[in-house]
C-alpha cells in the first residue's frame, strides 16, 4: 500500500518491517469464558502480549484480524488501514503505552482530530489494557481540563499539529504522546525487555470513558466496561447493522457518547469511513461521502435526518441499508418523508442513556407498522439483547401495562457508574429487589419516562425532570414538541419553561420553519403575529390550552450542540432577548395606575403593559377584582367583560383615556372567527362568562361564541327577580347582534334554565331555535338544599356562595368559611381575604345574582311545565342530581338526547375534563 509520510505520522511505522508483529490465534484457554486466547510477537522477541479473551474488546478485534487480515478496517479521505495494518501500528502504540506504565483500567486520553491516527489512537490504548478518553479538539479549554483533571489523566496521545494547544490547559505533569514518540521508542533497542508480556483484560475492564452533561453544571464521567461494548456490537451484529459485508460512516465529534460505537464498529469487520470534522453541518458533503465510499448504515439525530431529506440529492444515497435515528425524538412525518426518498433503506429508532452503552431499545419503522397508533410518536421499542426494562412509580414499583412510569435498566450494558461521584453512582445505579426475585437487581434509574403499550413495545413520554407545572397542571414538554414537529409548517422545534420578565413562568417554543414554508415567511408575506396565531389555532385542535405556548421564537436553523443535539442553553437565550424585546414599561400616568392594580390582584411584580392578563394566569376572580378596582380608582363604569376584549395595559388605558367608558353589551364576545350562526351561552351561578372561554375556544371554531354576563354583576345594577325578566333582557341583548334565527341557545349548570327558557320565549315570538345544548343542568349531590331561607344564618346557602367563588364542593376552607360567616358582612369579609378581592361590593353584588338565581331555580320545579320544539342535547355531569330536565323529557318536542359524562360539575369546564365534553360533543351534536 503506498503511504503518504509527510501527511501521516504513522507511515514511520508501517515502513519499518523489523518491527512488525505477527498476530496469530492459539488454542481455546481451558476454564476461560467463553475465550480464545490471541497472541501478538515480535519476530525476534516471543511473545509480547496476550489477551486471554474474547468478551475484551481486543480479543473480539484480532478474531476479525484472523479472518479477513486484509480487508479495510478504516478510510480516512484519499487513505485506508486494513485490519492487519491498523492491529500492528495500534500494537506499537499500545507496548509504548505499556512501557510508560499504563495497565488495565488506566485512563488515556484521545486528543485528535478526524484522522486514521485518531482510530490507531483509540484501538492502541484499548490493545494496552487502559480505557480511553475522548476529547473533542475546539471544546471549550475550561470542560475540557476539567475532564482531564477529574479522570486523573496522566498521559495524552495526540497528532503533532495539536501538541501546542494541548498544552494550554494540562498541568506539567501530563505526558503529550504522538505516534513520532511510538517511532522513536519502537526503534529503541533494550526497551522490550522491560514490558509485561501478559495482559489479563477480563470482561469487567474498563473499556473508556464518556462526559455527559451534569445538574451541578460540571460534566460527569461515565464508566463504560468491554463487556458492555462487546454486548452492543453483538446486537448490531445479529440485527444486521454491521458485519464484514457493511460500512459505516462516522461524523461525530469523539467526545459524543453515540460516537463510541461508531469508532468501535470496526471490531465487529465493518468497514468504518471517517469524515472531516463538520461534514455532518454540510449535508451535500456528508451525501457526497455516502455515495462515493457505498455506506450501508448511517447513525444520525432526527435534526440531521430532516436536513437531509430536505435535500433531492439524498435520493442518491442508495447504498444505504439503515439508518439509525436517536437522541431526539422521531416524528412520524420525518420517518415518512424518508421513506419516499429511500424507501429500500430501514428507519430504526433508538433510545439509550450514555449509561447503558447508548443503544438500551430499538423500534424497526415500516409501512405497515408506522401508522398502527396514530396518537402516539414512534415507539423506542423493545431493550436489545441481554438488556431489560422496568417501568417503575414513584415508590420504585412496577406500573401496569400502559401506565407510565420510570424507565429503570438492568443488563450487562448498565455502565459501572460515575467516575469519583459515589454519591451519585449509589443514586442512579441501585440494587432493587423487582418481584419475586431474591436477589437484588442492579438498575439503572434513567429519569426518562415511558409506558409499555398495547402491542408489546415501549413508547417514550419524555423526561421526569421536563414535567413541569405551570398554573397547576403538570405538562410534559417533549409532548409539546412532538405535536408541534407534527404540523406541516414546522421542521423542527424545542419547548421549555421560561420565567419571563413579570416572574411567572410560561411555555416557549422555538421554531424552525420547514423549507418549503420558510421561503414565504421570511419574504414577510406572513406576518409574526399571524403565523403564532396560526399556531395557537392548529394547537388549539391537537392539546389542551394550558399545553400551548405562549412565546413562539422562529429561527432560520435551529442552534446545535457539537453533539448535535439542539442547544437549549441558545434557545433559552433566543427566548429572553424576545422576551425582553416585548417588554414595555408604562409610558402614561394611567398606564402606570392600571400596572400597580395588576400587581395587586395578580401578585406578580414585573408586568409588561403589553402583557395578556389571562396568560399571566388571570381567573374569573381577580378579573372581575381588576375591573372592580380600576372603576374605583379612575371614577368609572367598565363593564367586567370588557377583560375580554381589553385584556392588555395599554387596551384598557386606551379606553379609558379616551373617555370610551359608556356602558357596553352584556354579551361577550369569546370566539370571534367563522362566518355561520353564532351561538349564545349563558353560564353558571354567578353570571360571569370567563368560565366558557376554553369552551369557546375549543367547540366554536366555525361560529362566533357569546357569553351571556347576568344582569346585576356590573355596578348600579339590580339582579332581575324572575326568569322570564331575565332572560327577555337577554333576547333583547342577542337580537342587537343576531335580529332573526335560526339561534343556537347553550346553557352551562343554572345557565341551562335560561338558555331553555329562552328557546321557549323565541319559538313564541315566531323565531326558529335551530339547537339547545344543556352543559351540567343538575345540581351537584353536595350543594342540593333543604333549606329555602335567603338568609345567611343557613349554613346551606354559604356552602352554595362559597363553591361559586372556590370553584370546588370540597375545598378545605369551607369548614372555616361555615364557621366564620354568620350574616352577609362576615361573609364577604371571609371571600374577600381568601382570594385578595380588593372590592367588597363585587362579592355582594356576585352573592345578590346568586340568591336571587337559587330562588328562581326553586320557583321552576312548581311552575307549569313549558315545551320547546328545538332539538336538545343533554350532557349530563357526574354525582349530579338528575335536573328538571332529565326527569321531564316529554319537554322537548324536538327530541332530546342526554349524554352522560365521566366528569364532575366543576371539572366540566376546565383542563382535562372539558376534553373528554368535547369529544362527546362533537360526536353527538351535528353541525357544530
Known amino acids: 500500500m503506498q503511504l503518504k509520510e509527510s501527511k501521516y505520522g504513522w507511515t514511520k511505522l508501517m515502513h519499518a518491517k523489523d518491527f512488525e508483529w505477527k498476530i496469530i490465534p492459539s488454542d481455546t484457554v481451558n476454564g476461560s469464558q467463553a475465550s480464545i486466547k490471541t497472541c501478538i510477537s515480535r519476530k525476534s522477541e516471543g511473545v509480547i502480549f496476550e489477551y486471554c479473551n474474547i468478551e475484551s474488546l481486543p480479543g473480539f478485534f484480532f478474531s476479525h484480524v484472523f479472518k479477513t487480515p486484509n480487508n479495510i478496517a478504516v478510510t480516512f479521505e484519499d487513505e485506508a488501514l486494513s485490519y492487519n495494518e491498523l492491529a500492528n501500528i495500534g500494537l506499537h502504540l499500545a507496548n509504548y503505552l505499556r512501557y510508560l506504565g499504563c495497565s488495565p483500567d488506566d485512563r488515556v486520553g484521545l486528543f485528535t482530530d478526524p484522522s486514521l491516527e485518531q482510530m ?78 501478559v495482559i489479563k483484560l477480563n470482561p469487567e475492564n474498563l473499556a473508556y470513558i464518556v462526559y455527559t452533561s451534569g445538574s451541578t453544571g460540571k460534566p460527569k464521567g461515565v464508566l463504560i466496561e468491554h463487556r458492555s461494548v462487546i454486548n452492543q456490537m453483538r446486537w448490531l451484529m445479529r440485527m444486521g447493522y454491521l458485519g464484514a459485508d457493511k460500512t459505516i460512516i462516522h461524523k461525530a465529534s469523539i467526545s459524543f457518547d453515540a460516537a463510541q460505537w461508531e469508532m468501535l464498529s470496526i471490531c465487529s469487520g465493518t468497514k468504518l469511513v471517517i469524515s472531516n470534522f463538520g461534514v455532518d453541518k454540510n449535508v451535500f458533503d456528508l ?21 437531509l431529506v430536505n435535500k433531492p440529492q439524498f ?100 455502565a459501572r457508574g460515575y467516575l469519583n461521584r459515589s454519591d451519585l453512582t449509589r443514586e442512579r445505579f441501585i440494587e432493587y429487589p423487582i418481584g419475586n426475585n431474591s436477589e437484588p437487581i442492579r438498575v439503572y434509574r434513567t429519569g426518562d419516562l415511558a409506558y409499555l403499550g398495547s402491542e408489546g413495545v415501549y413508547h417514550f413520554v419524555g423526561r421526569s425532570d421536563t414535567q413541569v407545572k405551570i398554573k397547576g397542571v403538570r405538562i410534559e414538554l417533549e409532548e409539546v414538541k412532538i405535536v408541534l414537529e407534527s404540523l406541516d409548517l414546522v421542521e423542527s422545534a424545542a419547548v421549555l419553561v421560561n420565567e419571563g420578565q413579570h416572574g411567572g413562568k410560561y411555555l416557549a417554543a422555538c421554531i424552525q420553519i420547514s423549507a418549503n414554508e420558510s421561503t414565504f415567511i421570511l419574504q414577510e408575506k406572513t406576518s409574526r403575529d399571524e403565523l403564532v396565531s396560526c399556531f395557537k389555532q392548529k ?27 439542539i442547544d437549549m442553553r441558545k434557545i433559552k437565550t ?84 379616551q373617555g370610551l367608558t359608556k356602558k357596553s353589551s352584556r354579551l361577550v364576545c369569546l370566539q370571534s372567527s367563522g362566518m355561520k350562526t353564532p351561538i349564545f351561552c349563558w353560564p353558571g351561578l354567578g353570571g360571569y362568562p370567563m368560565s366558557l372561554r376554553i369552551l369557546a375556544e375549543k367547540m366554536a371554531r366555525e361560529r362566533p361564541f357569546y357569553g351571556i354576563q347576568a344582569f346585576g354583576i356590573n355596578e348600579d345594577e339590580t339582579p332581575y327577580s324572575s326568569l322570564k325578566e331575565m332572560v327577555s333582557a337577554d333576547i333583547a341583548e342577542i337580537r342587537n347582534i343576531q335580529k332573526e334565527g335560526p339561534y343556537y341557545l347553550w ?106 338565581s337559587r330562588r328562581i331555580s326553586r320557583e321552576l320545579s312548581r311552575k307549569a311545565q313549558k315545551f320547546i320544539a328545538a332539538p336538545t342535547y343533554i350532557f349530563s355531569a357526574l354525582n349530579d342530581e338528575l335536573s328538571i330536565f332529565e326527569k321531564n323529557a316529554d319537554c322537548f318536542r324536538g327530541g332530546v338526547e342526554i349524554i352522560k359524562l365521566d366528569v364532575t360539575h366543576f371539572d366540566f369546564l376546565v383542563e382535562p375534563g372539558i376534553n373528554n365534553l368535547v369529544s362527546l360533543m362533537t360526536k353527538h351534536v351535528p353541525s357544530l
Open 539 to 565: 394547537l388549539s385542535e391537537l392539546i389542551p390550552d394550558y399545553m400551548i405556548p405562549s412565546v413562539f421564537v422562529f429561527v432560520d436553523s435551529m442552534p446545535h450542540t457539537v453533539n448535535g443535539k
Open 120 to 197: 490507531i489512537g483509540i484501538w492502541g490504548i484499548i490493545f494496552s489494557g487502559s480505557a480511553y478518553l475522548p476529547l473533542t479538539p475546539g471544546y471549550p479549554p475550561e470542560r475540557l481540563g476539567f475532564m482531564i483533571e477529574n479522570a486523573s489523566i496522566k498521559i495524552i496521545f495526540t497528532q503533532e499539529k495539536l501538541k501546542s494547544e494541548l498544552a494550554k490547559f494540562i498541568s506539567e505533569e501530563t505526558k503529550i504522546i504522538t505516534l513520532e514518540d511510538v517511532y522513536d521508542f519502537s526503534i529503541s533497542k533494550g526497551h522490550m525487555a522491560s514490558v509485561p508480556t
Open 747 to 852: 346553557g352551562y349548570s343554572f345557565g341551562s334554565h335560561l338558555a331553555f327558557e329562552a328557546a321557549f320565549q323565541l319559538e313564541a315570538m315566531g323565531e326558529k331555535v335551530e339547537k339547545v345544548v344543556l352543559l351540567a343542568p343538575g345540581m351537584l349531590k353536595g350543594l342540593l338544599t333543604t333549606n329555602p331561607s335567603d338568609e345567611y344564618n343557613n349554613k346551606e346557602l354559604i356552602a352554595l356562595l362559597f363553591t361559586v367563588f372556590s370553584r370546588n364542593v370540597d375545598d378545605p376552607d369551607l369548614h372555616a368559611c361555615l364557621e366564620a360567616s354568620s350574616d352577609e358582612a362576615s361573609f364577604v369579609e371571609f371571600v374577600c381575604q381568601k382570594y385578595s378581592i380588593a372590592n367588597p361590593d363585587l362579592v355582594r353584588r356576585i352573592s345578590k345574582v346568586v340568591i336571587e
Open 287 to 307: 451525501i457526497d461521502k455516502i455515495v462515493s465510499n457505498k455506506v450501508t448504515l448511517l447513525q444520525c439525530v432526527p435534526t440531521l435526518l430532516q436536513a
Open 574 to 657: 433566543l427566548i429572553d432577548e424576545r422576551d425582553a424585546e416585548e417588554f414595555i414599561i408604562p409610558r402614561t400616568p394611567t398606564e402606570e395606575a392600571i400596572l400597580e392594580i395588576w400587581k395587586s390582584t395578580l401578585g406578580i411584580e414585573t408586568i409588561s403593559v403589553t402583557d395578556d392578563f389571562f396568560e399571566l394566569g388571570g381567573n374569573s376572580l381577580n378579573a372581575v377584582d381588576t375591573i372592580s378596582s380600576i372603576n374605583m380608582r379612575f371614577n368609572v363604569k367598565l363593564p367586567f367583560h370588557i377583560i375580554f376584549t381589553a385584556s392588555r395595559i395599554e387596551e384598557i388605558a386606551g379606553i379609558i383615556d
Open 315 to 414: 435520493s442518491e444515497c442508495t447504498s444505504l441499508t439503515h439508518i439509525l435515528c436517536g437522541a431526539e425524538s422521531l416524528t412520524k412525518k420525518l420517518v415518512q418523508q424518508c421513506f419516499d426518498v429511500l424507501p429500500n433503506c430501514m428507519l430504526v429508532n433508538l433510545y439509550g442513556p450514555s449509561e447503558c452503552t447508548c443503544n438500551a431499545s430499538f423500534y424497526e419503522v415500516t409501512q405497515a407498522n408506522l401508522h398502527v397508533d396514530e396518537n402516539a410518536g414512534v415507539p423506542i421499542g423493545i431493550p436489545v439483547d441481554n438488556t431489560k426494562f422496568y417501568i417503575l412509580d414513584d415508590a420504585g414499583l412496577p406500573v401496569p401495562d400502559g401506565n407510565i412510569g420510570e424507565i429503570c435498566v438492568s443488563g450487562v450494558q448498565v
